[in-house]
């Protein structure tokens, strides 16, 4: 299993970035997909989640800016951000719960991570 990340870059106080985080091989079925960052020095912390049936929760910073979706046709996570701010600034994780066959637990899958910088 793999997961692709993608959509990272450098943009200004107050503009937008679309984040993407393909899953691809052979799993069963995939449970909730999330967003991490970890800023320079700090600890990895959960941004958004979605659940399969497409329950979204959000830690209290990125509230009302930012919007985690997915396709589940595409087994594909995306992170909407808008209005970003320089302490937005972090290496973004995606992250799957799955699992790999019928009748196996649950298993946490990360992507490779991708830099956002946002400069003011």
């Known amino acids: 299993v793999q997961l692709q990340a993608s959509g990272g870059g450098l943009v200004q106080l107050g503009g937008s970035l679309r984040l993407s985080c393909a899953a691809s091989g052979s799993f069963f079925s995939i449970n909730a997909m999330n967003w991490y960052r970890q800023a320079p020095g700090k600890q990895r912390d959960l941004v958004a989640e979605?659940?399969?049936?497409?329950?979204?929760n959000y830690v209290d910073s990125v509230k009302g800016r930012f919007t985690i979706s997915r396709d589940n046709a595409k087994n594909t996570v995306y992170l909407q951000m808008n209005s970003l701010k320089p302490e937005d600034t972090a290496v973004y994780y995606c992250n799957a719960i799955l699992r790999r066959s019928g009748w196996s637990s649950s298993q946490n899958y990360w992507g490779q991570g991708t830099l956002v910088t946002v400069s003011s």
């Open positions: 979605v659940t399969s049936d497409g329950r979204t």
